[in-house]
């Protein structure tokens, strides 16, 4: 069976804006590099189309003639919500022109939204809700539709909606994602500036799932489970990256990365004895880290930590994170700054019940936390989440899935006047923190940490300074 895998475009820019998000970062799309490397496991002909950009301005044309060269039988899409659309697109455009191609669509937007996807979208065959790798090599290996479980599909006029897959992956058993059918890897692809040292970078997602069930998290696609790869399994991957394609960065894209302490330590102690000279990012969870374990994490090579702590007010922490704790986030910073890491603060602004009051608090909390860098969305609700059930009732929602990227505020709560207001606090936000003295003395440094990311500003010099100018507030 012949496989196509398309990544289609779904990081837009601000709306009404130019999209520069390519020159700023670009990741390589590890969950269907996982179904890839998984299919050719089991003998099927596979390749892998990684969008550039939208199709209204680019893209349909480069695809299908992906598709005309490779003559698929089966062509699958990945999407998150703001991708949906432009994967539909194309979809509808394969119809067209090759109307015995299966169309396949698979990802966190249509796993949380399951049989609606095929009632309103005629030109997909099959949606498979949940992990990938097994439903699609069953789909591929012709296994009676009834018989895949997490597939949703049509007979006759009917649709039907399998119950959700059982038997998932031993994690172990997967073959590395296949790096190499992404065209211009590692090269091609960016991790966020100063969040390396130095490049190549690439992504590994070490774990699937997640215990807690915050309300803003979409969780459709592994629901509330918690498996994870074992520390020999990440270190044998590690060195596939670094003979393979020369990486010399990692980035760990796991919410909870040391939640199982075990593996970590003993990650950290493969890192130790034969060390890779390889470095790594990972983000961690408030109660899953301490002093003794960050040691460990920068004596094998980890060079910055993420937190997510989305907000300063104590109400909208309390309402919408589970087991939340101001003071132990503000000393989890402060142990991971003492162990020599860089500490990333993540945060959100716009959640249900959030009021300019609640956006004041969530400055003065990040001003006096001293970051290291911090990223602030836009709060979105995605319909997979706890509070996407009841999100009209707490303000205004615009629910047009291009926009619904965590870059646009198409939600607006009760508390905030207008959508302008709010985007204009938020611009406000940005400009003060990497305006403060506390950034500008953690940015010097950087020219000598993270040389590459000083080299990508300064060659793409005019497209920051645009961008900098969209992110000024209106006075």
Same mark, same amino acid.
């Given at each position: 069976?012949?496989?196509?895998?398309?990544?289609?475009?779904?990081?837009?820019?601000?709306?009404?804006?130019?999209?520069?998000?390519?020159?700023?970062?670009?990741?390589?799309?590890?969950?269907?590099?996982?179904?890839?490397?998984?299919?050719?496991?089991?003998?099927?002909?596979?390749?892998?189309?990684?969008?550039?950009?939208?199709?209204?301005?680019?893209?349909?044309?480069?695809?299908?003639?992906?598709?005309?060269?490779?003559?698929?039988?089966?062509?699958?899409?990945?999407?998150?919500?703001?991708?949906?659309?432009?994967?539909?697109?194309?979809?509808?455009?394969?119809?067209?022109?090759?109307?015995?191609?299966?169309?396949?669509?698979?990802?966190?937007?249509?796993?949380?939204?399951?049989?609606?996807?095929?009632?309103?979208?005629?030109?997909?065959?099959?949606?498979?809700?949940?992990?990938?790798?097994?439903?699609?090599?069953?789909?591929?290996?012709?296994?009676?539709?009834?018989?895949?479980?997490?597939?949703?599909?049509?007979?006759?006029?009917?649709?039907?909606?399998?119950?959700?897959?059982?038997?998932?992956?031993?994690?172990?058993?997967?073959?590395?994602?296949?790096?190499?059918?992404?065209?211009?890897?590692?090269?091609?692809?960016?991790?966020?500036?100063?969040?390396?040292?130095?490049?190549?970078?690439?992504?590994?997602?070490?774990?699937?799932?997640?215990?807690?069930?915050?309300?803003?998290?979409?969780?459709?696609?592994?629901?509330?489970?918690?498996?994870?790869?074992?520390?020999?399994?990440?270190?044998?991957?590690?060195?596939?990256?670094?003979?393979?394609?020369?990486?010399?960065?990692?980035?760990?894209?796991?919410?909870?990365?040391?939640?199982?302490?075990?593996?970590?330590?003993?990650?950290?102690?493969?890192?130790?004895?034969?060390?890779?000279?390889?470095?790594?990012?990972?983000?961690?969870?408030?109660?899953?880290?301490?002093?003794?374990?960050?040691?460990?994490?920068?004596?094998?090579?980890?060079?910055?930590?993420?937190?997510? /702590?989305?907000?300063?007010?104590?109400?909208?922490?309390?309402?919408? @994170?589970? #087991?939340? =704790? &101001?003071?132990?986030? $503000?000393?989890?910073?402060?142990?991971?700054?003492?162990?020599?890491?860089?500490?990333?603060?993540?945060?959100?602004?716009?959640?249900?019940?959030?009021?300019?009051?609640?956006?004041?608090?969530?400055?003065?909390?990040?001003?006096?936390?001293?970051?290291?860098?911090?990223?602030?969305?836009?709060?979105?609700?995605?319909?997979?989440?706890?509070?996407?059930?009841?999100?009209?009732?707490?303000?205004?929602?615009?629910?047009?899935?291009?926009?619904?990227?965590?870059?646009?505020?198409?939600?607006?709560?009760?508390?905030?006047?207008?959508?302008?207001?709010?985007?204009?606090?938020?611009?406000?936000?940005?400009?003060?923190?990497?305006?403060?003295?506390?950034?500008?003395?953690?940015?010097?440094?950087?020219?000598?940490?993270?040389?590459?990311? /000083?080299?990508?500003?300064?060659?793409?010099?005019?497209?920051?300074? @645009?961008? #900098?100018? =969209? &992110?000024?507030?209106? $006075?």
């Amino acid at each position: 069976m012949k496989i196509l895998l398309i990544n289609p475009f779904g990081s837009n820019w601000v709306e009404g804006m130019e999209d520069y998000t390519e020159i700023a970062i670009r990741m390589a799309p590890i969950g269907i590099l996982s179904i890839a490397a998984y299919l050719l496991r089991e003998k099927h002909k596979v390749a892998v189309h990684d969008c550039g950009g939208p199709v209204n301005r680019l893209g349909i044309e480069e695809v299908m003639a992906r598709v005309n060269s490779f003559r698929p039988d089966i062509v699958g899409f990945t999407a998150v919500t703001s991708s949906f659309m432009n994967a539909y697109l194309l979809a509808e455009k394969i119809k067209r022109e090759a109307s015995h191609i299966k169309i396949v669509f698979g990802g966190v937007h249509v796993s949380a939204l399951g049989r609606k996807i095929l009632e309103k979208f005629s030109s997909i065959d099959f949606v498979i809700t949940g992990e990938g790798e097994k439903a699609m090599a069953d789909l591929a290996a012709g296994v009676q539709l009834g018989k895949i479980q997490g597939l949703v599909f049509r007979e006759g006029s009917n649709i039907r909606e399998n119950d959700l897959r059982t038997d998932l992956c031993e994690l172990d058993t997967l073959p590395f994602p296949a790096y190499y059918t992404l065209d211009g890897f590692p090269r091609s692809f960016k991790a966020a500036l100063f969040n390396y040292p130095k490049a190549p970078t690439a992504t590994i997602i070490s774990s699937r799932g997640c215990p807690y069930q915050c309300s803003y998290c979409d969780r459709s696609v592994y629901r509330r489970s918690f498996r994870f790869n074992s520390a020999e399994y990440l270190y044998e991957h590690m060195i596939s990256l670094k003979v393979d394609f020369g990486i010399r960065h990692v980035i760990f894209y796991d919410d909870l990365f040391t939640f199982n302490r075990n593996r970590i330590e003993k990650l950290c102690e493969l890192l130790q004895k034969k060390p890779l000279k390889m470095t790594f990012n990972c983000a961690v969870r408030v109660g899953h880290i301490d002093d003794d374990l960050l040691k460990l994490l920068k004596a094998s090579g980890c060079w910055m930590v993420s937190l997510g /702590i989305e907000s300063g007010a104590p109400e909208i922490l309390a309402r919408h @994170k589970t #087991k939340a =704790d &101001f003071f132990e986030m $503000k000393m989890t910073v402060k142990r991971i700054q003492k162990a020599g890491l860089r500490a990333k603060g993540l945060f959100m602004m716009g959640l249900p019940g959030e009021t300019e009051e609640t956006i004041k608090m969530t400055t003065d909390f990040i001003n006096g936390l001293e970051l290291d860098d911090m990223n602030m969305t836009k709060f979105t609700p995605f319909p997979g989440s706890p509070i996407y059930q009841n999100i009209r009732e707490e303000g205004s929602f615009e629910e047009k899935w291009e926009l619904m990227n965590c870059l646009n505020f198409v939600f607006v709560p009760k508390g905030i006047k207008s959508k302008a207001r709010l985007e204009n606090l938020y611009k406000k936000f940005i400009k003060q923190f990497y305006s403060s003295r506390n950034w500008i003395s953690k940015f010097l440094p950087l020219i000598f940490k993270s040389p590459h990311s /000083i080299y990508r500003i300064v060659r793409n010099l005019p497209i920051f300074l @645009k961008i #900098k100018s =969209d &992110f000024e507030p209106r $006075k």
